[in-house]
């Protein structure tokens, strides 16, 4: 049979096999390792419905890779077919073919918005993301109020539990959904641990060295000498770039790439003239330049680069841009660049196997680092790909690297969680029946029943062995009245009463000799009576069997203490009716008919209660419209562990406060976030001061000053959609117009 092509492209096998359960109509979930080519599976899916005439929906987890998707899109069916919907951006939302961050799709199905009503498909690009702690309940919702009629795509790196993924979505969708799986890479990948002793190595040969180094040492000072990135780039650069070099640390990644930028240079001149075109063409002329830009730019003209959230949206596009022309040979980034857009290369290096992970420093999970070394490997052009670990081994002992195995994938888990504004639209839209079918439709429920069905089984297994075990035991097997334990013990304790008494009265009396004294006490009482009398021919036979009961035993007590300590069953109902109980104390509910408070918080997607509650209050016309920017910017912004801002008192606090302590005086203190530390910048900025001033205000990264004006515009466009009120409508559009603009405007896409 002829080999099935797709745009000239030949198809692997998995390829094959998701393209003809597309044309059957099915749903589809695709889990393959990165690189393999699982777009394209959605790209035919796209082609083919907008040759029908049918509307899609693509959802991406982060903006940068919906941006890149409606580029794509658009330069293949036209700007009049592709439309975006982000939390930046609402560009010909009626469009055809929808680009949308998950976020924006989840909005639309929980408020059952119409403009769904002929959406035939929905791809879910990088699914897996359903696991993520944060974001992860986006992923879950999205797919438990997906409409029925729309078919699902969902693409996914490798996960350990797929198949779970695949039965729970025919479990609540009624449907078959087909599972297509590919564990096999088109290009194979090489992975290596390194130190400048030892050069690259595999786990076993570094472990080896490491600890024939130690055997050999004559003194006790340190035999290993310090590895450096710059070590490993010299030993990789001729063979094995481009590369990308992922560092932990968004100010490392900046300094990494400087010190590369001392001792190497990648480009001839005519790259670097390109590279330099292509910043006239983005940034105009030099002297409107930031003085981050320059920097970017020695750095980019030697071929050498670093990528994190930190930088300008403008910084980020031409690092982009210049990589995937193979410009850039070496980038310094952060794990965010592994997400979703394709930028493959030839090697993959870490830094470290550790990462901070907002709360304390932990070893990088198995799918994190097969998800990040799945970008080495470029298909058509290299035959291997290769992933490398900077390994320290001064900290071998203390901190060992890990043993990554890809059959050890930690499986997907439900991060399903509540908020206020979930509680609102079930309430608004569905029944009391239908919201409790809808808890039970979560990932976490399905994940309880399955372990519970599971343990269970086991447990009833156990239960068998324990009682076939039994006929040939006696009802004193695993007690101290058995032979066969009190002898043994008690020769113990005739050992542990001769050290006593060989210690003297004086060691007696100290810690170590009262502690032993109470072990005597205590084993004295356990082996006071005497063992039951029992003939050596039934000892014999039950020597043999005993050691298989007591591990069933322990492994029965294992088994109950698992069960015991899964989630309760409805807490996810329970925890909806304490919230809803809330909302009735505020005023945002009556019995389970939403008032206007209800109403309008149902619309407000980042703290809805704050929000709502100033909405209703006297705060904002008693601040002009650069204050109500600032006040806005302070909800729910984080700051992170070093952040520093110019003290600024730029609106009264006391208002907003006495709303806070009312709030979290019936809702918890977790239900708010806010950090007015971060007003004095939006406040500068909506004044009309230039970004150079703002920076000055505190020691943020630039490109997240610009993620703070962005995330109040868009917070603003929610509280219009939100409100019936015509001037305050007005004011708010006003108000962003303020925010939105020069470095904080959206590039055109």
């Known amino acids: 049979m002829a080999e099935r092509t797709y745009h000239e492209f030949n198809l692997d096998p998995f ?41 899609v929906i693509y959802t991406a987890p982060i903006k940068a890779l919906s941006n890149q998707k409606y580029r794509d899109f658009k330069s293949q069916f036209g700007e009049e077919a592709v439309g975006i919907m982000t939390g930046d951006v609402v560009l010909n939302p009626t469009a055809p073919l929808l680009i949308m961050t998950t976020e924006v799709f989840r909005n639309q199905v929980i408020t059952e918005d119409p403009n769904l009503e002929f959406v035939s498909h929905i791809v879910f690009d990088e699914i897996h993301w359903l696991n993520d702690e944060e974001r992860g309940t986006v992923w879950e919702e999205s797919i438990i109020l997906a409409p029925p009629k729309m078919k699902i795509l969902g693409l996914s790196a490798t996960i350990a539990n797929a198949r779970n993924l695949v039965d729970w979505i025919k479990s609540i969708r009624n449907e078959e959904v087909a599972l297509i799986e590919e564990t096999k890479r088109v290009v194979p990948l090489e992975y290596f641990y390194y130190t400048k002793d030892t050069g690259l190595v595999d786990y076993d040969q570094l472990w080896h060295y490491y600890r024939q180094k130690l055997k050999n040492r004559t003194n006790d000072e340190n035999p290993f000498g310090p590895t450096t990135h710059l070590d490993l780039i010299r030993t990789i650069q001729r063979d094995h770039l481009p590369a ?118 932990r070893p990088l999970a198995n799918h994190e680092f097969f998800q990040m070394s799945g970008r080495a490997g470029r298909r058509g052009l290299d035959e291997k790909g290769f992933s490398f670990a900077l390994v320290d081994l001064a900290y071998m002992e203390k901190s060992p690297p890990p043993k990554f195995q890809l059959n050890r994938l930690e499986p997907l888990t439900s991060q399903f969680r509540l908020t206020y504004n979930t509680v609102l639209n079930l309430t608004a839209t569905l029944t009391q029946a239908q919201i409790e079918i809808y808890f039970q439709k979560s990932f976490a429920a399905y994940s309880y029943r399955f372990a519970s069905d599971h343990l269970n089984t086991e447990l009833v297994n156990i239960q068998k062995q324990l009682e076939e075990a039994q006929h040939h035991l006696c009802e004193e097997v695993g007690s101290f009245n058995c032979p066969l334990k009190h002898h043994p013990k008690r020769k113990d304790l005739e050992k542990l009463r001769k050290t006593y008494k060989a210690l003297g009265p004086r060691k007696q009396s100290r810690v170590y000799g009262r502690e032993m004294a109470r072990k005597i006490r205590s084993w004295e009482k356990l082996l ?18 005993d050691k298989t009961y007591l591990t069933l035993k322990q492994q029965q007590q294992s088994l109950q203490t698992s069960l015991a300590s899964l989630p309760e069953e409805n807490a996810f109902l329970h925890e909806f009716e304490y919230k809803k109980n809330h909302l009735r104390q505020i005023g945002y509910l009556r019995k389970d008919e939403l008032l206007p408070r209800g109403t309008c918080a149902s619309h407000i997607y980042v703290q809805e209660l704050l929000v709502t509650e100033l909405i209703y209050s006297d705060v904002f016309p008693q601040l002009d419209d650069d204050q109500v920017n600032a006040l806005l910017s302070s909800i729910d912004f984080e700051a992170r562990k070093n952040d520093v801002f110019q003290r600024a008192a730029i609106f009264e606090s006391a208002p907003i406060k006495e709303i806070v302590e009312y709030i979290q005086s019936i809702c918890g203190q977790d239900s708010i976030r806010f950090d007015p530390r971060v007003a004095g910048l939006t406040h500068a900025w909506s004044q009309g001061k ?11 990264d630039e490109g997240d000053i610009i993620s703070v004006f962005r995330r109040t515009i868009d917070l603003m466009r929610q509280m219009r959609e939100a409100v019936s009120d015509s001037a305050l409508r007005i004011r708010l559009k006003v108000c962003m117009e303020k925010l939105d603009r020069d470095e904080a405007a959206i590039m055109e896409l």
Not at 32 to 47: Q, R
Not at 690 to 700: A, D, P
């Open 690 to 700: 230039t970004f150079e001033e703002v920076q000055s205000l505190c020691n943020l």
């Open 15 to 55: 390829q094959e096999e998701a393209l003809d359960a597309i044309d059957a109509g099915k749903s589809v979930i695709v889990a393959a390792p990165t690189g393999t080519g699982k777009t394209l599976v959605a790209d035919y899916l796209i082609e083919k419905a907008m040759n029908e005439h049918l509307r």
């Open 244 to 361: 990308l070099f992922f560092v932990f640390s968004r100010k490392q990644c900046a300094l990494k790439a400087m010190e590369l930028a001392t001792i190497a240079n990648y480009l001839r001149s005519p790259e670097r003239r390109t590279v330099e075109e292509k910043f006239l063409q983005l940034f105009g002329p030099e002297i409107e330049w930031s003085s981050s830009t320059r920097q970017l730019r020695r750095l980019c003209t030697r071929g050498i680069a670093y990528h994190h959230a930190g930088l300008l949206p403008s910084q980020k596009v031409i690092v982009e841009e210049l990589f995937l022309a193979r410009l850039i040979k070496v980038l310094y980034c952060t794990e965010t660049f592994s997400v979703g857009i394709n930028y493959p290369v030839k090697a993959v290096c870490f830094d470290s196997l550790n990462k901070y992970d907002g709360r304390n420093f």
């Open 528 to 545: 006071a009576q005497a063992p039951k009398s029992c003939p050596s021919q039934r000892q014999d036979t039950c020597k043999g069997l």
